[in-house]
């Protein structure tokens, strides 16, 4: 690693002012959306990108970083007080963090989150700080059949994420790859599939589309049940855990921290499978297993320092390889490319003043959450209380702008809509969004590469078997996809038993 | 979902020949084989294939259960809220940005039955000049002028 590289990365992000700035911006802006429910921290990343075109590159980065880690641990704050999980990460911070808001508790479990969170992403960040440049070295290597195997691993990831139905979340992935074979063919300038389009000839815009799939569609959901779904009102007392309340769950902290990095690193995973490890670890190696679930500061600070641990985990695969961590990291990713920077194992070798800065960036936000979380508490649980018919319009008139201050374009709005209402019915027949979204990002990747390794090969497919990096990609990929696939039959057995137990 | 999934899965599969046969126009002749039209015809194949399965899937009973449905009411505010949305879409080339923002925004908290006329006008005139003003003045995105701003 370039220590001298890193240390003047840090004294620029750490002492401009300017760049704290865009942090705290990042990081409020993220404890709020993940604060709200039905808002992802996946979305308020998309909806932020059109507001970093013209800031200075790190500037526009490390405030979607501060956005991203604040919206993982902003999903507690809603969890913990109305029993709703802002974010699908902070759902296992319900099973105690709601239990102990029951109680009256709702401040300590709040500001016991808020340091499990500092905790879990500090860690995290200063992981991916110290391992992304060695990776990144090993990935140099990699040719044209390494890249094509490495985005056939990347896209095993969409059976991990496929939820209910493989199968389905396979038809979301493929269609996904349609998407991006609009336009121009990189490799021949051929326009394909544009119907004599002009706007098509640059393709469908990969902002818009994410904006359709992750905006617009929970703004047409939440509309149509907005007359029929409850308000809940929340409650705020006492803040902050005491000091041997902090050293009881210490131990547990630092556990679930070296989980939820471990497990963000791993494409496909993201934070909520890390917020959920971390919590079963905690519980099965407790002394008292019983009490979980009742309400205790351990089952909140396990999750949350699991999940926000997992943030700097996540960026490790992305940035490094090229290969998206989760749906949010999938988002940083074609930020990274707004900006004019292809994530992949150049990209700490080409551009350390964005890469490192980056890392700066991540850690310095892990201090502004904690202030902010600490000291914006009663505001975030004020902003929870705001009535969903302000709320949405709001929302949706942010993915007007932001899918139109792309490219200043009225097509590109019109294109996100048409998304946003197809996503909007591929929700109600069990089609996930997010394997779209990741096809989106590894589409190009996979063709380009698939067609020049066979280019080089002369149509033999054995080059992707042949060279040991390739293979050991391919060998990876389908052991995830086997795995997660039992994993998710388990899962589907599991809930159908607990159901007819329901019913009977 | 058994009828939804057969209709999605024959969709598919007329979407999956159409594109196979219209992406062979990109065939190239003598550059090489793997040309423009190769991967979207790969993907078409697989399609095809997930297609089949899911119609297969869905007669043999194995399809998902709903766990939730679209409630008419709901569907058609939704329509409308979109026609709100392209209607303001046109307004803001004539009216300008932030005017046409203005408007959008009261209308759609009116229709979304937000109470107090007082708290709708600032809720939209203030969320209409702070984006404005960023985007105009802070991130210098040029956006809409119409006859006001």
Request: aromatic residues 12%; contains cysteine; charged residues 15%.
């Amino acid at each position: 690693m370039q220590l001298d590289i890193l240390l003047e990365a840090f004294s620029k992000v750490l002492l401009n002012p300017v760049n704290f700035f865009f942090v705290f911006i990042g990081v409020t802006a993220g404890i709020i959306v993940g604060a709200l429910p039905g808002l992802t921290a996946t979305m308020g990343v998309a909806l932020l990108i059109p507001f970093t075109y013209r800031l200075e590159p790190v500037q526009g980065l490390i405030m979607l970083v501060g956005l991203f880690c604040g919206g993982i641990y902003g999903g507690s704050i809603s969890a913990i007080l109305i029993g709703i999980p802002g974010t699908p990460s902070a759902a296992a911070t319900i099973l105690d963090g709601y239990e102990m808001g029951k109680k009256g508790l709702a401040g300590k479990a709040i500001g016991m989150a808020t340091l499990a969170s500092f905790f879990g992403g500090t860690f995290g960040a200063l992981i991916m700080t110290f391992c992304s440049p060695q990776l990144a070295k090993i990935a140099l290597k990699f040719g044209p059949p390494e890249f094509f195997a490495l985005a056939f691993f990347g896209l095993g990831i969409i059976i991990t994420i496929s939820g209910k139905s493989i199968l389905k979340g396979l038809i979301s992935g493929i269609f996904g790859l349609m998407i991006t074979m609009i336009g121009y063919d990189p490799l021949s300038g051929c326009p394909r599939l544009t119907f004599g389009s002009t706007e098509l000839l640059g393709g469908i815009t990969f902002i818009p589309a994410l904006i359709g799939l992750f905006g617009y569609s929970q703004v047409f959901q939440g509309i149509e049940k907005i007359l029929v779904l409850p308000t809940v009102k929340s409650e705020l007392k006492h803040i902050i855990p005491k000091l041997n309340e902090i050293k009881s769950v210490f131990k547990t902290m630092v556990k679930s921290a070296l989980i939820g990095t471990f497990i963000g690193a791993v494409p496909g995973t993201g934070c909520d499978i890390a917020a959920f490890v971390s919590y079963g670890e905690a519980r099965r190696s407790s002394k008292n297993p019983e009490k979980f679930g009742t309400g205790i500061l351990e089952g909140v600070a396990a999750p949350e320092a699991g999940n926000n641990g997992a943030t700097g985990g996540a960026m490790i695969p992305m940035l490094t390889l090229g290969v998206p961590g989760d749906a949010v990291t999938a988002v940083l990713m074609g930020a990274l490319t707004i900006h004019g920077f292809q994530p992949g194992p150049l990209l700490i070798k080409d551009h350390p003043g964005v890469v490192y800065p980056i890392f700066a960036g991540m850690i310095l936000a892990q201090f502004v959450m904690l202030g902010v979380g600490l000291g914006g508490m009663r505001f975030f649980a004020r902003i929870i209380n705001i009535d969903r018919r302000i709320m949405t319009p709001i929302i949706f008139f942010l993915c007007v702008v932001g899918s139109y201050a792309m490219r200043f374009s009225f097509f590109d709005v019109g294109v996100s809509l048409i998304i946003g209402v197809i996503a909007y019915f591929m929700n109600y027949y069990g089609f996930p969004g997010s394997p779209i979204l990741l096809a989106l990002i590894l589409g190009p990747m996979v063709e380009q590469n698939l067609r020049r390794s066979l280019i080089i090969s002369h149509g033999n497919p054995s080059i992707f078997i042949t060279r040991p990096i390739s293979a050991a990609f391919i060998i990876i990929g389908i052991f995830v996809m086997i795995t997660s696939y039992y994993r998710i039959k388990k899962a589907m057995e599991k809930e159908e038993k607990r159901i007819s137990v329901e019913r009977k | 979902m058994k009828k939804a999934d057969i209709g999605v899965g024959i969709g598919l599969l007329f979407l999956c020949i159409w594109i196979f046969w219209y992406v062979g126009r990109y065939r190239p002749v003598e550059v090489y084989f793997y040309g423009p039209d190769f991967f979207p015809r790969v993907l078409s194949v697989v399609m095809m294939i997930l297609g089949l399965a899911l119609i297969l899937n869905a007669l043999a009973g194995n399809s998902l259960k709903k766990t939730e449905t679209i409630d008419p009411r709901g569907f058609i505010r939704m329509l409308i809220s979109i026609g709100i949305c392209i209607g303001y879409l046109f307004l803001m080339k004539i009216l300008g940005f932030a005017s046409a923002t203005f408007i959008f925004l009261f209308i759609l908290m009116s229709f979304l039955k937000q109470r107090g006329i007082i708290i709708r006008i600032l809720s939209s005139l203030i969320t209409s000049i702070v984006v404005w003003t960023i985007f105009k003045y802070f991130l210098i995105i040029p956006l809409p002028e119409g006859v006001f701003f």
